[in-house]
């Protein structure tokens, strides 16, 4: 970013800074040509940073007024071998660093002892060590009146606590080890105050799964217990409530996280390895009492509202325009923003805003940004960069086109606070520095402006200290007041600052080797279509189009940078889930079927195992052989299905058989736009038809039967008519050659009698045979009947 502090090395504002700087540049004439007699100067040493450590743990208050005590406290450790002696800790007073780069330098060697610092105030303010034994910290604090600092006018000045003492190899005193930093000086009100946005961001990982309970409340099941650590107190997320709530910030929101923590504060599931657990009543509790103080927090103040699951917009830019459906997604995400913060926090959020990670743009980011609805996007200077005269930081504000705004945050502010803040030292190092820019941007020239800072997306509990103290600071000190978020993008652009997104080839390649693949897209899209397929079946579509359209949307966060396994796993287990889900509406497979006639019935049984019920399924049975088997007189037929939830429907087909043999049938289950569903159950129907030889066999037996029956009557008839004419010439019980018969019969009776056949007799030409075969007892074959 241009500016006063970079261009040529000259200062910002020589108007605001002219008057006290008349004299020391004419008391630095005769210095100036006493150097111009010296010999060019060596080539630039390492930095040395001494044989002692100090670290400044304390400096307060951090930017200093008329009658205040600064107090400088933290530790000296001797680094080296020798023991330090006649040692003490002593504070300098640089010069003013009159530009932002002077700053960067000055931060990039705070440790060298060689380089100057002005000298030591001395006197009682200093605190004294006989010896520092080596590996060992000694304590120091040391309070000196503002007055003793002799400062001049408003400005950053370099400030540095250092130890100098002797050692046996070198003794004499010298400066051993230094730290320095930096010291904020407004003296009085500034006539101009620059106005600053901080972006206060709540956001934080993917915690919650597509799966929910069977129940009515579809129990939610979270991924693991790290939210319930966040939510904790002392957690990353307990303090960025406590730390924001008391300063004047604007709240960006990922609506995902509300939804979760909301999630929270009814009964869940916890995976925890190959199982789950419920959430416990102390779990719940946390999360209750964290939404209760966001609520509370963010009631009058700004909010912002992120599109759901904060889509990785530069992932989705470079590699999933291109797969059929991604920025529907998008579009998805945003659209549920509003609603479910305003369901949760009673607050009516922006949704014009859009944050590309670490606000790196492109024309291409630029059209996703603005595709879902955004006119304003976050980009940050050391992506927008000034490519003008600029001799200042302009105002965040820059319209790019076709409505469209880049609200640029200042890439110095923004990334004051990354990096390890665990120690104290580190933590006051980069507040004195984030104060020390914010002070030089308000000194460049007396046009008013408005600057936005947009931190890093999750910040540590460490990294959220620093940033409050160093807000608490600037929003009580004498040169920044607060401004909204939509103020500052609404604010009157700077005309000479750059307009120009840089090209797609200058997107940091850093940020590129992190971002989703294509294939990722490609896998979210597959997992939209199998849920397009599973839901026209369902009786209540609801149940799994809103956890897995949100599942779909966390598929494409940004959270998701830098842990491309844990991606992947959450994808798959997406789509496993609801693989899961799709398959509990089935056809029970069949074993190879008989069909003995020339028609019957196949049934064919669909199964619901889902606790809600199916429609709109038709079940189609094909037969690939349908010249020897038919279905409902063509090779194939179709009847609708619906099915309440946990159970099952038997359909029956009509079938007609050709031919005798095996015949091979395929059941299928469609949605009513065609689409199969399931998988389809493939089984043999074995065809027994009645040929025309047998009905020859059956005719003859018949004919048989008939003939029998004719001569029986025959015979018959004559028996009555001989009985009609009286007994014959022998008479009865006479045989026909005179004699009796010795059984007392009559060779009538006997002749009738002969034409009679006893169960025991063998069977004669004429007895009847049945037409079907007896039925046996025994075990039908592994063939499934079907019914007739």
Request: charged share 20%; aromatic share 4%; net charge negative.
């Amino acid at each position: 970013m241009a500016e006063a502090a970079d261009f040529q090395g000259t200062s910002a504002s020589p108007a605001r800074r002219w008057p006290w700087r008349t004299g020391a540049l004419l008391a630095g004439v005769p210095l100036l040509a006493a150097l111009v007699q010296l010999p060019a100067a060596a080539p630039a040493l390492a930095a040395d940073s001494g044989t002692v450590s100090v670290a400044l743990d304390t400096l307060t208050p951090s930017a200093p007024t008329d009658g205040d005590t600064l107090t400088v406290s933290g530790t000296v450790t001797n680094t080296g071998k020798q023991a330090v002696t006649d040692a003490h800790v002593g504070l300098r007073v640089g010069p003013e660093l009159t530009t932002r780069s002077s700053i960067d330098s000055a931060t990039r060697n705070s440790s060298d002892v060689r380089g100057g610092t002005g000298s030591e105030i001395g006197g009682k303010y200093v605190e004294k060590f006989s010896k520092l034994t080596p590996g060992v910290a000694e304590p120091f604090s040391i309070s000196v009146p503002v007055d003793e600092l002799n400062l001049g006018n408003s400005g950053v000045y370099q400030f540095a606590a250092s130890l100098s003492g002797e050692t046996s190899a070198q003794p004499w005193e010298q400066v051993l080890g230094m730290e320095r930093t930096f010291l904020p000086w407004q003296s009085d009100e500034a006539d101009t105050k620059t106005k600053t946005t901080y972006l206060w961001p709540l956001v934080s990982t993917v915690q919650m799964t597509a799966e929910t309970g069977s129940n009515e409340q579809q129990t939610p099941v979270f991924l693991d217990d790290a939210l319930a650590k966040e939510l904790s107190p002392g957690g990353r997320l307990d303090q960025l409530l406590s730390l924001g709530k008391d300063l004047d910030v604007t709240w960006v929101i990922d609506p995902d996280l509300l939804a979760s923590v909301d999630a929270m504060t009814r009964p869940y599931q916890v995976r925890t390895g190959d199982t789950t657990r419920a959430g416990t009543l102390e779990e719940q509790a946390l999360a209750k009492r964290w939404l209760a103080e966001l609520q509370g927090a963010v009631a009058d103040k700004e909010v912002v509202a992120l599109p759901f699951a904060d889509p990785d917009l530069a992932s989705l830019a470079h590699n999933g325009t291109g797969v059929t459906g991604s920025l529907s997604h998008l579009n998805e995400a945003t659209d549920v923003a509003a609603t479910t913060v305003r369901t949760v926090l009673h607050v009516t959020p922006s949704t014009d805003f859009a944050w590309p990670v670490n606000g790196a743009v492109d024309p291409s980011i630029m059209k996703v940004a603005t595709s879902a609805g955004a006119h304003r996007v976050i980009a940050r200077s050391d992506s927008l960069q000034e490519t003008g005269s600029l001799t200042y930081t302009p105002s965040s504000a820059r319209p790019i086109g076709g409505g469209t705004t880049a609200v640029v945050a200042d890439a110095r502010l923004s990334t004051a606070f990354q990096g390890d803040l665990t120690r104290a030292s580190a933590s006051t190092l980069a507040v004195q520095q984030f104060l020390a820019q914010s002070l030089e941007i308000n000194l460049q020239t007396d046009k008013q402006r408005s600057i936005v800072v947009a931190p890093q997306r999750m910040p540590s509990g460490s990294q959220a200290q620093a940033m409050a103290e160093a807000l608490t600071t600037l929003q009580s000190g004498k040169w920044s007041e607060s401004e909204s978020l939509a103020a500052a993008a609404a604010a009157k652009p700077d005309p000479a600052a750059t307009t120009t997104v840089p090209s797609t080839s200058k997107f940091p390649s850093s940020l590129r080797k992190r971002e989703l693949p294509r294939t990722a897209f490609q896998q979210i899209a597959t997992t939209q279509d199998k849920l397009d397929s599973f839901k026209v079946v369902l009786s209540d579509q609801s149940r799994v189009v809103t956890p897995f359209g949100r599942a779909m949307n966390r598929e494409m966060s940004t959270s998701w940078r830098g842990r491309a396994m844990e991606a992947i796993d959450f994808r798959s287990d997406v789509v496993t889930y609801l693989d899961g889900l799709t398959d509990q509406v089935q056809l029970i497979d069949k074993s190879e079927t008989k069909l003995s006639g020339r028609s019957a019935t196949i049934p064919v049984t669909v199964q619901n195992d889902l606790v809600q019920g199916v429609d709109h399924l038709m079940l189609r049975l094909t037969s690939l052989s349908p010249k020897r088997l038919e279905i409902g007189g063509s090779p194939y037929s179709e009847q609708p299905v619906k099915v309440s939830g946990g159970h099952s429907q038997t359909v029956k087909f009509t079938t007609t058989a050709k031919a005798n043999g095996k015949a091979t049938v395929i059941a299928q289950l469609y949605t009513q736009d065609g689409r199969p569903y399931g998988e389809p159950v493939t089984f043999d129907v074995k065809v027994t038809e009645i040929t025309a030889t047998v009905m020859l066999v059956i005719g003859g037996g018949f004919l048989l039967l008939v003939l029998a029956g004719f001569r029986m009557y025959t015979q018959r008839k004559r028996a009555a008519a001989r009985e009609a004419d009286g007994d014959g010439p022998n008479g009865a019980g006479q045989a026909a050659d005179g004699t009796e018969n010795p059984d007392g019969t009559d060779d009538r009776l006997k002749e009738e009698s002969g034409t009679r056949t006893r169960a025991d007799d063998p069977p004669q030409p004429s007895d009847l045979t049945p037409d079907t075969a007896a039925e046996s007892a025994d075990p039908s074959g592994t063939g499934e009947r079907v019914d007739r």
